[in-house]
């Protein structure tokens, strides 16, 4: 299995597809503090990356993939902030 809850650490194995957005999603629903672990991912499905996107986890663990470490990581790092409004 590609997404394992171990204690309150999340883990990402391997190559995790479009059916382990679900899994992480149920996983990350708790409003618990949960990290989840990249050091042992080699690619996400964008279904992933979304539920990843949706929920704000804190992430641990540096990827092997020089995609998921350079790119994705920076990207999951980067706070989001409200658009001002002007009413």
Do not use: K, W, Y
Not at 13 to 26: I, P, R, S
Not at 28 to 38: F, G, K, N, T, Y
Request: net charge negative.
């Amino acid at each position: 299995m590609t997404v394992r809850l171990d204690g309150t650490v999340i883990r990402l194995e391997g190559a995790c597809h479009l059916e382990d957005a679900e899994a992480l999603t149920v996983l990350l629903q708790p409003r618990e503090a949960r990290v989840v672990d990249l050091s042992a991912c080699r690619s996400l499905h964008g279904a992933v990356v979304q539920a990843l996107l949706a929920h704000r986890p804190l992430l641990a663990g540096e990827p092997v993939s020089p995609f998921l470490r350079d790119l994705l990581m920076p990207a999951l790092a980067v706070e989001r902030h409200a658009p001002a409004s002007n009413l």
